[in-house]
């Protein structure tokens, strides 16, 4: 997996709540059966006039210019301001695949759907958690000043505006561990191996109906 | 001492190792597959040179892309007329081919949706942790496992290592006290619930379901109120194993026989929470006040009873709340003070993980018999849940009931509940939907998407607006 150390990057708000994972990548570009390629149907809905299509040549479509997403000083945007509940409804990890693919690396929210959180994680992207009211506080800077900035420091835990100001943020330690070092999550569990050979003899022997196959 | 709630219980057993920083490791006794989010967990398997750890703890079917009308199945794999749907669907065929594992492919009898198929084949058993690439997963939760979503890197992680690398949830309970009144169902508690407590009341926790209310509720029934737990955040829905589980799971063909029938029996009987047991949040609900449901914005809490109105937007005290209201107010076309049986439909959608069952298909006919389809609906589907499902229907004449009423009667999939398939909702229209999501373009590029249950969408279907299916249920017992 891709490293998380520290990143900085162009801020783009999103200021909507409760935005669903259909809203990230609509189903029909889930008929894909590889991981990248996500990025130019990412919001596809609300980024082009018209209903998008697998293979179809995106250049060509009209963009809906009063989305975000296309206003010129958000674009190269890798850093992604939301609101409550982010990234709920499907488990389809083709959402942070999308967001990856386009280019962010860190969203900032106040709350996140459990799935899509766990999925970015898997995905090297950083998801923070932060107060409402440093959100709001947030959106205001990007609103008034065009080209906000900002780093996430993944180390030192917290985020870093060009005025100096830092903001402290909370990660799960092992989460932090395998982002920074890039780790395999398969691989790291394989490394308990044993302890898993053990507690399947286990279980086999007390529940053995769970190791049945049709009968 | 403080008792184990059920969620406890199943953790605690399938716990295999804990860091120190309480991530833990938890044995997976079951993965449920299907077409979509499989496809780059085999290749993740590939590339790494690795085997599934346990073949045989795994369960495929394809579901998502599969066509559902009869012309299209009668061809097969080349039924799927979209290219990249059948690339999917085949890829699947090959991947349970390449790794052995177990699939009742599309030309299967028994093929249906995933969450619909593995209970009723009794690949869902009490007491089991169960995982799939969905977040609907959360179904099986009413015959007592512990049962959810994934993404695609954990479904290449339980296929390797037979383990889900998890932080425990919290327990949140959620009591429906006393009876529901008749035309009252399953799925009017869950939106009743989910009105409650938001589309984010339950992130972080896992929510069992109690109380007389839902142990009065079939096993169908339980799975639509487990299945819609994803919808108010929980990852996983649980309800208590009781007599009507165990009736349920008997002999059906993955379910232990004879001796081991017995023992396993035994053991399922625990898997309730202890009656000391302590919850991180209790929500108290009266089922004697949940009246029929309908949702009338772009989540699934934008909810009212059949006898409510549009709510007003600009009486909202949350600047953030005010704010989605409008945005899902101008998606549906819809005005504030407008009641809610004024909505008129244009097309109609039975069917989907949380309502193509049995008896989900008993209950529309019921409403529909003798009588025919509004002549402003433009499209009336009733999709099976799985092909044993379309079998029963069919020996009790339902397929004829609809067909009469002007229903087009279809073949398993999970067809316009996400409209990944030909299934799908026009620009505009509005369609009373048995499904779980009302997200903008959910069921088609800008559809619009109110959830009932299969009893309302049926009476919508005969009057093209939404009425109380109560009042037809009273007519219909004189």
Same mark, same amino acid.
């Given at each position: 997996?891709?490293?998380?150390?520290?990143?900085?990057?162009?801020?783009?708000?999103?200021?909507?709540?409760?935005?669903?994972?259909?809203?990230?990548?609509?189903?029909?570009?889930?008929?894909?059966?590889?991981?990248?390629?996500?990025?130019?149907?990412?919001?596809?809905?609300?980024?082009?006039?018209?209903?998008?299509?697998?293979?179809?040549?995106?250049?060509?479509?009209?963009?809906?210019?009063?989305?975000?997403?296309?206003?010129?000083?958000?674009?190269?945007?890798?850093?992604?301001?939301?609101?409550?509940?982010?990234?709920?409804?499907?488990?389809?990890?083709?959402?942070?695949?999308?967001?990856?693919?386009?280019?962010?690396?860190?969203?900032?929210?106040?709350?996140?759907?459990?799935?899509?959180?766990?999925?970015?994680?898997?995905?090297?992207?950083?998801?923070?958690?932060?107060?409402?009211?440093?959100?709001?506080?947030?959106?205001?800077?990007?609103?008034?000043?065009?080209?906000?900035?900002?780093?996430?420091?993944?180390?030192?835990?917290?985020?870093?505006?060009?005025?100096?100001?830092?903001?402290?943020?909370?990660?799960?330690?092992?989460?932090?561990?395998?982002?920074?070092?890039?780790?395999?999550?398969?691989?790291?569990?394989?490394?308990?191996?044993?302890?898993?050979?053990?507690?399947?003899?286990?279980?086999?022997?007390?529940?053995?109906?769970?190791?049945?196959?049709?009968? | 001492?403080?008792?184990?709630?059920?969620?406890?219980?199943?953790?605690?057993?399938?716990?295999?190792?804990?860091?120190?920083?309480?991530?833990?490791?938890?044995?997976?006794?079951?993965?449920?597959?299907?077409?979509?989010?499989?496809?780059?967990?085999?290749?993740?398997?590939?590339?790494?040179?690795?085997?599934?750890?346990?073949?045989?703890?795994?369960?495929?079917?394809?579901?998502?892309?599969?066509?559902?009308?009869?012309?299209?199945?009668?061809?097969?794999?080349?039924?799927?007329?979209?290219?990249?749907?059948?690339?999917?669907?085949?890829?699947?065929?090959?991947? @349970?081919?390449?790794?052995?594992?177990?699939?009742?492919?599309? !030309? %299967?009898?028994?093929?249906?949706?995933?969450?619909?198929?593995?209970?009723?084949? #009794?690949?869902?058993?009490?007491?089991?942790?169960?995982?799939?690439?969905?977040?609907?997963?959360?179904?099986?939760?009413?015959? #007592?496992?512990?049962?959810?979503?994934?993404?695609?890197?954990?479904?290449?992680?339980?296929?390797?290592?037979?383990?889900?690398?998890?932080?425990?949830?919290?327990?949140?309970?959620?009591? /429906? %006290?006393?009876?529901?009144?008749?035309?009252?169902?399953?799925?009017?508690?869950?939106?009743?619930?989910?009105? =409650?407590?938001?589309?984010?009341?339950?992130?972080?926790?896992?929510?069992?379901?109690?109380?007389?209310?839902?142990?009065?509720?079939?096993?169908?029934?339980?799975?639509?109120?487990? !299945?819609?737990?994803?919808?108010?955040?929980?990852?996983?829905?649980?309800?208590?194993?009781?007599?009507?589980?165990?009736?349920?799971?008997?002999?059906?063909?993955?379910?232990?026989?004879?001796?081991?029938?017995?023992?396993?029996?035994?053991?399922?009987?625990?898997?309730?929470? %202890?009656?000391?047991?302590?919850?991180?949040?209790?929500?108290?609900?009266?089922?004697?006040?949940?009246?029929?449901?309908?949702?009338?914005?772009?989540?699934?809490?934008?909810?009212?009873?059949?006898?409510?109105?549009?709510?007003?937007? =600009?009486?909202?005290?949350?600047?953030?709340?005010?704010?989605?209201?409008?945005?899902?107010?101008?998606?549906?076309?819809?005005?504030?003070?407008?009641?809610?049986?004024?909505?008129?439909?244009? @097309?109609?959608?039975?069917?989907?993980?949380? !309502?193509?069952?049995?008896?989900?298909?008993?209950?529309?006919?019921?409403?529909?018999?003798?009588?025919? /389809?509004?002549?402003?609906? =433009?499209?009336?589907?009733?999709?099976?849940?799985?092909?044993?499902?379309?079998?029963?229907?069919?020996?009790?004449?339902?397929?004829?009931?609809?067909?009469?009423?002007?229903?087009?009667?279809? =073949?398993?999939?999970?067809?316009? @509940?996400?409209?990944? !398939?030909?299934?799908?909702?026009?620009?505009?229209?509005?369609?009373?939907?048995?499904?779980?999501?009302?997200?903008?373009?959910?069921?088609?590029?800008?559809?619009?998407?109110?959830?009932?249950?299969?009893?309302?969408?049926?009476?919508?279907?005969?009057?093209?607006?939404?009425?109380?299916?109560?009042?037809?249920?009273?007519?219909?017992?004189?």
């Amino acid at each position: 997996m891709r490293k998380f150390t520290k990143e900085s990057g162009l801020v783009m708000p999103l200021d909507r709540s409760n935005v669903d994972t259909d809203f990230i990548i609509p189903k029909q570009f889930l008929k894909s059966i590889k991981r990248s390629g996500f990025g130019v149907n990412l919001f596809d809905e609300h980024r082009y006039m018209d209903k998008g299509e697998p293979g179809r040549d995106n250049s060509q479509r009209p963009l809906n210019t009063d989305f975000v997403l296309n206003q010129p000083r958000y674009k190269g945007a890798s850093v992604l301001l939301a609101r409550e509940n982010f990234g709920c409804g499907s488990s389809r990890e083709h959402a942070p695949w999308a967001l990856d693919d386009y280019g962010f690396r860190i969203i900032l929210a106040p709350s996140y759907a459990d799935i899509f959180f766990n999925n970015c994680f898997k995905n090297g992207i950083l998801p923070i958690v932060l107060d409402k009211e440093i959100i709001d506080r947030l959106f205001a800077k990007v609103e008034a000043q065009e080209g906000f900035s900002l780093t996430a420091d993944l180390e030192a835990q917290q985020i870093e505006l060009s005025d100096g100001e830092r903001i402290p943020f909370n990660v799960d330690a092992f989460r932090k561990d395998c982002l920074i070092n890039g780790l395999d999550d398969i691989g790291l569990t394989l490394q308990d191996a044993d302890k898993i050979k053990a507690f399947e003899q286990n279980w086999r022997n007390t529940s053995p109906w769970y190791f049945g196959v049709q009968g | 001492m403080t008792g184990k709630t059920l969620y406890d219980k199943l953790w605690d057993s399938h716990l295999v190792t804990q860091r120190e920083d309480g991530t833990a490791l938890i044995y997976i006794d079951r993965q449920l597959i299907h077409e979509v989010t499989s496809p780059q967990a085999f290749e993740g398997l590939r590339l790494a040179g690795r085997r599934p750890w346990r073949a045989d703890a795994n369960f495929a079917t394809p579901d998502h892309n599969i066509p559902t009308t009869r012309e299209e199945r009668r061809q097969g794999l080349e039924g799927i007329r979209d290219p990249i749907s059948r690339i999917q669907v085949t890829t699947l065929d090959e991947n @349970c081919r390449e790794f052995g594992i177990f699939e009742l492919d599309m !030309n %299967d009898e028994r093929q249906g949706i995933v969450h619909v198929v593995g209970p009723e084949q #009794g690949a869902t058993l009490p007491g089991m942790t169960i995982v799939c690439g969905d977040s609907h997963t959360s179904t099986h939760g009413a015959l #007592g496992a512990l049962a959810h979503g994934i993404g695609t890197s954990e479904v290449e992680h339980v296929m390797a290592t037979q383990c889900l690398m998890q932080t425990k949830m919290k327990n949140m309970l959620i009591r /429906v %006290d006393g009876r529901l009144n008749p035309g009252v169902t399953a799925k009017d508690i869950v939106l009743a619930i989910i009105g =409650e407590i938001g589309t984010a009341g339950g992130t972080g926790y896992t929510i069992e379901f109690g109380g007389e209310a839902i142990r009065s509720l079939s096993i169908e029934g339980r799975m639509t109120v487990c !299945n819609m737990a994803i919808e108010a955040g929980a990852r996983a829905g649980l309800i208590a194993v009781d007599q009507t589980t165990l009736d349920y799971i008997k002999g059906r063909p993955f379910a232990p026989k004879g001796e081991m029938w017995e023992k396993a029996c035994t053991a399922w009987r625990e898997m309730v929470s %202890d009656d000391t047991a302590q919850f991180d949040r209790v929500v108290v609900i009266d089922a004697a006040e949940i009246i029929p449901q309908v949702t009338w914005g772009t989540s699934p809490e934008m909810v009212a009873p059949i006898t409510g109105e549009i709510p007003d937007p =600009e009486q909202q005290s949350s600047p953030s709340r005010r704010d989605n209201m409008r945005q899902a107010l101008k998606y549906m076309g819809l005005t504030p003070g407008m009641k809610i049986t004024d909505i008129k439909l244009d @097309c109609i959608f039975i069917g989907s993980c949380t !309502n193509s069952r049995i008896e989900d298909l008993r209950a529309a006919a019921a409403v529909v018999k003798g009588h025919k /389809v509004a002549s402003t609906i =433009e499209m009336a589907l009733v999709v099976p849940g799985s092909g044993l499902v379309k079998k029963q229907a069919e020996a009790e004449g339902l397929d004829k009931i609809f067909i009469e009423a002007g229903l087009e009667w279809r =073949e398993p999939g999970c067809s316009m @509940c996400l409209a990944m !398939n030909a299934d799908q909702l026009g620009a505009g229209k509005h369609c009373a939907s048995t499904s779980n999501r009302n997200f903008e373009g959910r069921q088609g590029f800008g559809g619009r998407t109110h959830l009932v249950s299969p009893a309302m969408a049926a009476a919508a279907a005969i009057n093209g607006h939404f009425v109380d299916v109560r009042d037809m249920l009273l007519t219909l017992d004189r």
